[in-house]
């Protein structure tokens, strides 16, 4: 039986590249330098242009738009996500009829863009407005505000369908067996077991599904919705001064920062029990 008698010298370390300055260093510092010179720029004309005239005026109007704005995402958050349980179950249904439904709602929605969406519903409907009033539903579809919530209802919809069914399906199939095993019924085994661990998946891409929809919501200005978009085209209708539209890009950039900040509190305050 053969045995070692005589041990490898120990490799040398590997050579130091701490401080090395490479080509893709310098190109990063020269963009970061770049970056950093046009913010600087943009700050010091923006505080150059200040007009406290037209913050005295259309300020107001900001804030009115920027309510506009969440109550519109929020609502159709809510409701999406009311939505979104009939769809995810249908999509994860044995039954080919339901699940064909749900599939086909959920490709509509999620394969076209929502633009057209709301412009189907809000100048769609309109085609049909004897038919509307005959049953009542043209004094909620002749309003611009109630398409817009239709519309991002259903789209949020599809997309929270296919986000919850992905996180249900993610949990692993032991643990619906050992509820099986423990008495529990399929009310409570989902409930209790597999919802709670089903949204920890979920919370990442739901809060980047918040996100989108507030940045999707400019899109109302189009319809006559005077959300945040649609104060700030107003602005610059009457003043033809482009600062309005980097302060409504400002307003954006806070409000999504904000909810990104609150996501990861939220996911770490939920996920704590998962680090080690």
Request: overall charge positive.
């Amino acid at each position: 039986m053969s045995h070692v008698t005589e041990l490898l010298p120990p490799a040398p370390p590997p050579p130091e590249t701490k401080g090395r300055v490479t080509p893709a260093k310098i190109i990063g510092w020269v963009l970061v330098a770049a970056w950093f010179l046009a913010g600087v720029a943009l700050a010091a004309w923006l505080i150059g242009a200040w007009d406290i005239d037209k913050i005295a005026l259309y300020g107001p109007k900001y804030l009115s738009g920027l309510w506009v704005t969440i109550e519109l995402v929020v609502i159709c958050i809510l409701l999406g996500a009311i939505i979104s349980i009939p769809v995810c179950y249908g999509r994860m249904s044995q039954n080919r009829v339901l699940s064909a439904f749900a599939y086909a709602y959920v490709y509509f929605f999620r394969g076209t863009p929502l633009i057209a969406q709301l412009f189907l519903i809000y100048y769609g409907f309109g085609s049909f407005r004897s038919e509307l009033e005959a049953i009542g539903l043209w004094t909620i579809f002749r309003d611009a505000w109630n398409c817009a919530l239709f519309a991002f209802s259903l789209n949020t919809a599809a997309y929270q369908a296919e986000i919850l069914r992905g996180a249900i399906e993610s949990i692993p199939r032991g643990q619906f067996e050992g509820a099986k095993a423990l008495g529990l019924n399929r009310f409570h085994t989902f409930r209790k077991i597999i919802l709670p661990q089903a949204m920890i998946v979920a919370l990442r891409p739901y809060g980047n599904e918040i996100i989108l929809m507030i940045k999707a919501s400019a899109i109302v200005s189009i319809v006559t919705v005077f959300d945040l978009m649609g104060e700030t085209r107003r602005a610059f209708s009457r003043t033809f001064d482009f600062q309005t539209y980097i302060w409504a890009a400002v307003f954006y950039l806070v409000i999504v920062e904000m909810l990104r900040n609150i996501w990861v509190v939220l996911e770490n305050r939920l996920t704590r029990h998962l680090k080690r």
